[in-house]
T-cell receptor, first 114, second 108 residues
Framework: GAGVSQSPSNKVTEKGKDVELRCDPI?????LYWYRQSLGQGLEFLIY????????KSGLPSDRFSAERTGGSVSTLTIQRTQQEDSAVYLC????????????FGEGSRLTVL | RKEVEQDPGPFNVPEGATVAFNCTYS??????FFWYRQDCRKEPKLLMS???SGNEDGRFTAQLNRASQYISLLIRDSKLSDSATYLC?????????FGSGTKLNVKP
């Protein structure tokens, strides 16, 4: 499809395991964003990419979180040694340019850490 | 202090009512402003951008007051399908900051 694609849509893991979440943005979109949304809460900014560079990583909650983007396209968010408080929906969005208004979101990856 | 603050609601209104949501932002250097809509267990989608001169899109009117760092959204003639959470969004330095949302329930 032409939209932002995220996988997996659902992930259940045990505390202490590592997880990888993938985002495939809309083709040609230079900016890519990761957000986290806990149940009933707002969106928490994690990181954004302009091309393959991440000018701002300040939103990453801890050093267990990392993200990369390759080829100006696909991005992977990795959470090491998962904790129960990492349980949330991880949303990826892309936009044509970093300062334009329309963020197109994927459907999210719902992570549950047992 | 959060970058964007909204009244969480919920706002419970009858069909046909007019309802207004407000939002304040903390950083005067913020550059652009938006309202997004999020349906239950779905991803957010852009509703409209907000301009200093105010702008209207059908039943929806958005206003920005830079001096007061305040953004509003007015919905006229509410429909059942307007029931959702409305997110105030501010862009600063290429980062989009989201408010925690205002929930609207439109009742028959």
């Amino acid at each position: 499809g032409a939209g932002v694609s995220q996988s997996p849509s659902n992930k259940v893991t045990e505390k202490g395991k590592d997880v990888e979440l993938r985002c495939d943005p809309i083709s040609g979109h230079t900016a890519l964003y990761w957000y986290r949304q806990s149940l009933g809460q707002g969106l928490e900014f994690l990181i954004y990419f302009q091309g393959n560079s991440a000018p701002d990583k300040s939103g990453l909650p801890s050093d267990r979180f990392s993200a990369e983007r390759t080829g100006g396209s696909v991005s992977t968010l990795t959470i090491q040694r998962t904790q129960q408080e990492d349980s949330a929906v991880y949303l990826c969005a892309s936009s044509l340019e970093p300062n334009t208004g329309e963020l197109f979101f994927g459907e999210g990856s719902r992570l549950t850490v047992l | 202090r959060k970058e964007v603050e909204q009244d969480p609601g919920p706002f419970n209104v009858p069909e046909g009512a007019t309802v207004a949501f407000n939002c304040t932002y903390s950083n005067s250097a913020s550059q652009s402003f938006f309202w997004y809509r999020q349906d239950c267990r779905k991803e957010p989608k852009l509703l409209m951008s907000v301009y200093s001169s105010g702008n209207e899109d059908g039943r929806f009117t958005a206003q920005l007051n830079r001096a007061s760092q305040y953004i509003s959204l007015l919905i006229r003639d509410s429909k059942l399908s307007d029931s959702a959470t409305y997110l105030c969004v501010v862009n600063m330095a290429n980062k989009f900051y989201f408010g925690s949302g205002t929930k609207l329930n439109v009742k028959p």
